[in-house]
């Protein structure tokens, strides 16, 4: 593992997609930039770093950040020691959004959090006189053209969460996004 310094604090790495962070000084006086605090910053942008900021989750150590753009396989062994789970690609574009949150309860330590953003329709809702026509047009679309976001509102993502094993701490609305801090409920083996 290396350390690198970001902004005055040692950074130590072993991986793109995986960095910790302490609060102890660099005391070398270089900056480098982490490639996957750059990535993240890249990706998520400055709104998401600065939820996770006020979270405080940025000074958590084990902090694992899964990439909109790159597709890895992780097997259990990989997450063992994460502590916060960041997923950069919004919930609306997950594909199997179900199995996908059933798979993170069974294999996050527990105890762990995780961290993610969706587009809220809560916000945005127009108030249409034939809704179930409506709701049922766009989930004819969302069969035809699988690029096409799901619907999603604070309450929706809360229940979706709490029946997969988690506990939500935290949703805030940043720039038109939701973010979302919840912890992982299931009990240790």
């Known amino acids: 593992m290396k350390n690198i310094s970001i902004s005055g604090r040692s950074v130590n790495q072993d991986g793109l997609t995986r960095f910790n962070v302490d609060n102890e000084p660099a005391g070398q006086g270089k900056s480098k930039i982490n490639p996957a605090l750059e990535n993240f910053l890249q990706e998520g942008g400055d709104d998401f770093f600065k939820y996770l900021n006020w979270t405080g989750l940025i000074k958590e150590t084990n902090i694992m950040v899964l990439s909109s753009l790159h597709h890895y396989y992780y097997d259990h062994n990989d997450l063992v020691g994460i502590k916060t789970l960041v997923n950069l690609k919004n919930l609306n574009n997950v594909k199997h959004l179900e199995s996908f949150l059933h798979t993170l309860y069974r294999i996050l330590p527990a105890g762990a959090y995780f961290v993610g953003c969706f587009k809220s329709n809560d916000n945005n809702r127009k108030v249409v006189s034939n809704y179930q026509s409506v709701?049922?047009?766009?989930?004819?679309?969302?069969?035809?053209?699988?690029?096409?976001?799901?619907?999603?509102?604070?309450?929706?993502v809360t229940l979706l969460l709490e029946e997969h094993g988690f506990k939500v701490i935290d949703i805030t609305d940043i720039s038109g996004i939701s973010y979302f801090w919840s912890q992982n409920l299931r009990r240790g083996c």
């Open 135 to 156: 709701k049922f047009f766009n989930g004819l679309i969302n069969i035809f053209d699988p690029v096409t976001e799901r619907s999603l509102s604070k309450k929706g």
